[in-house]
């Protein structure tokens, strides 16, 4: 996408997104916002539409940065969706609707984290024992939370191969003061007898309250199942996915074979293939509840945190769908 | 290899016992063959302690390996033949025949495999998507059966943690000429709609047809069961674990190093709150195995128990080593 007469700062952060030198799905998010806020502060025109139409151009640039970071074009979104609805009678109103967009997003996303810990904790009861997978800081944070009122003291963290990610949320909770018992994935159903309630994050959240997350996410959920122990995500609303309503898939990701083994593996062994899916799809029926921020709802009420938090009507996916559709054929 | 002396074969037992608890010595088979041939050994080199060197081996080997029925039953097995011989003939004929009766009991156990790999071959169909688990010389063997058929077929597998012998197995299996995936276990269920079979081993068999295998297994007959793929065990029936009938449990070995999981120079920096905990074996409840693979035929496993009567009558007869070696005693001088 062309960044012609998109400003300098807007693109820096873009860039820094695509680049991934900024990661994880809140941060990604704040980013996007404040490069709206950025783009709206460096406009100088004075032409109403024109600014509309310049703000537009820069919400999809900066959407492109990342295509399949949901939290990227929901952030967009937030701002984009108080601006399309709001009536200013000026750009200087205009440029005001989008700071103040951005701002109250970068807030809001900011306290979500320990709001999703402070909900997520009245969830956990005394003495439970709980499991969790991968890094999340909004499963880290419902743990503290819970640990700081005095009613857990012990987390099963699983190492979450090939990353390892177990290794920094043993590293934040034992830091918290919490006990950790650190464990291999395969030993996750063995251990399960032993835990009360599962809490993990995700990474994007389908319409129907399916999860996507860290690879073996969907295995922890159904030994869980299988054990009767719940399952709670804890994840910010920036996380649901506005393109599954129109019956998107999400892509997994497939990663660097040397994430599993080294390449001096690789060239002794050339004709075996290695398979690094990033993530898994758990199905909504085995999790509990999905903690946010603005409440804990049950997965396959998704939909409704799409609709009214991030104002978006399958109507509105829908043509913006088909307005991108019609760029492309237009330029070829 | 040379000739060993007495204070060599004794010193060995600590180190093979080390072997067995590290899980070095990996597979349920190979402990077993790996302390009968220690006995061999301190049978020729060392044969005026050799009652001695039996009491003070076999207890340290089950000890180091409390989950490996394979092992229990083969020293059983040599056992009873020791003794049989050692009363009828005297202890030294007894001590002179013991490289002849382990290769015997070795061999039997090789045929058995052999048997087991056979009718196993016969549950592959072409074309199909294999999912296995650790490494097993029986199920590499079933799968070699299955190729000389002329059948075509891929194998996923799991790099099985905390051990990883799993990427070995991948290099085994991909030089048969097999179509082979290596996946992380948290990846089971993730392929598991993909494929058509689960075949593992077991370390041992319970009475109840419950199955001991590397930790992990039990993860995957769970998700086969979801996708309705149906879950297969090879194992001979040495590896049936008779004193369950009598309720002993089989324990379960979990080692507790940090190195296991992460890099050494991580794991050296572990904060005390942080504990390791890494199972080398889980139990798959029967009810989430569709056949259990004998020698003598595939099995449900709640058949399991018909298995034992047709051995060794109902109730199992049976001597525990520890009876068994309390006879040996009598051979200390």
Not at chain 1, 137 to 145: D, E, L, Q
Not at chain 2, 303 to 318: Q, S, V
């Amino acid at each position: 996408m062309s960044a012609e007469g998109i400003p300098e700062k807007t693109v820096r952060i873009r860039e820094d997104i695509r680049k991934m030198i900024i990661r994880g799905a809140g941060k990604i998010a704040r980013a996007g916002a404040q490069a709206l806020a950025e783009a709206a502060k460096e406009y100088t025109g004075d032409n109403l539409k024109d600014f509309l139409n310049y703000m537009e151009r820069v919400a999809q640039y900066v959407t492109s940065a990342r295509p399949t970071a949901v939290s990227l074009p929901n952030a967009v979104s937030y701002v984009m969706i108080r601006l399309r609805r709001s009536t200013p009678a000026s750009v200087e109103e205009a440029k005001e609707v989008v700071i103040n967009a951005a701002e109250s997003f970068i807030t809001y996303s900011k306290e979500a984290v320990d709001r999703i810990g402070k909900l997520g904790a009245k969830r956990i009861e005394n003495g439970d024992v709980l499991m969790t997978h991968c890094h999340s800081t909004a499963a880290v944070s419902v743990m503290v939370h819970a640990f700081n009122q005095g009613k857990i003291s012990k987390v099963y963290v699983k190492e979450t191969r090939p990353k390892l990610q177990g290794l920094i949320t043993a590293k934040a909770l034992s830091d918290a003061g919490l006990d950790v018992v650190l464990i291999p994935d395969s030993s996750v159903r063995y251990f399960m007898k032993r835990v009360n309630k599962v809490v993990v994050g995700a990474d994007t959240i389908a319409a129907n309250g399916a999860v996507i997350n860290k690879i073996g996410t969907s295995l922890v959920a159904l030994a869980a199942k299988e054990a009767r122990v719940r399952v709670y995500v804890a994840a910010e609303t920036y996380k649901f996915s506005p393109r599954t309503v129109i019956g998107e898939l999400v892509p997994i990701e497939e990663r660097d074979p040397r994430e599993i083994v080294n390449e001096e593996w690789i060239k002794r062994n050339p004709q075996v293939r290695i398979y690094n899916p990033v993530f898994d799809v758990t199905p909504p029926e085995y999790i509990d509840a999905i903690i946010t921020e603005k409440g804990i709802i049950p997965p396959q009420a998704a939909i409704l945190i799409l609709m009214e938090d991030y104002g978006m009507s399958i109507q509105e996916i829908m043509t913006k769908d088909i307005e991108e559709l019609q760029d492309d054929e237009l330029r070829e | 290899m040379g000739m060993k002396n007495c204070d060599e074969v004794f010193s060995n037992i600590s180190v093979t016992s080390h072997a067995l608890r590290q899980g070095k010595i990996l597979g349920s088979t190979e402990a077993g063959f790996a302390v009968l041939k220690d006995i061999e050994e301190a049978s020729k080199s060392c044969p005026e302690k050799f009652p001695r060197f039996l009491l003070e081996a076999v207890p340290s080997y089950l000890k180091a390996r409390p989950t490996s029925v394979v092992m229990k039953n083969l020293l059983r097995e040599y056992l009873d033949v020791f003794l049989r011989v050692a009363s009828r003939e005297g202890l030294k004929d007894a001590i002179a025949q013991t490289p002849q009766h382990v290769e015997s009991i070795i061999e039997n156990v090789e045929n058995i495999k052999d048997a087991v790999a056979t009718l196993g071959s016969k549950r592959i169909n072409d074309g199909d998507i294999i999912l296995t688990h650790s490494y097993s010389s029986t199920i590499i063997k079933l799968l070699q059966k299955a190729l000389d058929r002329g059948l075509k077929f891929s194998v996923i597998i799991t790099e099985s943690r905390p051990i990883g012998e799993g990427k070995y197995a991948a290099e085994v299996i991909s030089r048969l000429g097999v179509d082979t995936t290596l996946i992380v276990d948290s990846a089971v269920r993730f392929v598991m709609k993909r494929v058509n079979r689960v075949f593992v081993s077991a370390d041992a068999v319970a009475a109840n047809g419950a199955v001991i295998n590397k930790a992990g297994t039990s993860a995957i007959a769970l998700a086969a069961k979801e996708a309705r793929v149906r879950t297969y065990v090879t194992a001979g029936t040495y590896r049936i674990g008779l004193e369950t009938v009598f309720g002993e449990l089989i324990e379960g070995v979990v080692l507790s190093d940090a190195s296991l999981i992460m890099p050494e120079d991580k794991a050296k920096e572990l904060s005390g709150r942080i504990l390791v905990k890494a199972p080398l074996f889980d139990v798959t409840p029967p009810e989430y195995i569709d056949a259990i693979i004998t020698e003598k035929g595939v099995l449900a496993p709640q058949a399991i128990p018909l298995i034992i009567k047709e051995i060794y009558g109902w109730p199992p007869r049976l001597r525990p080593p520890e009876e068994l070696l309390e006879e040996v005693r009598k051979y200390v001088s």
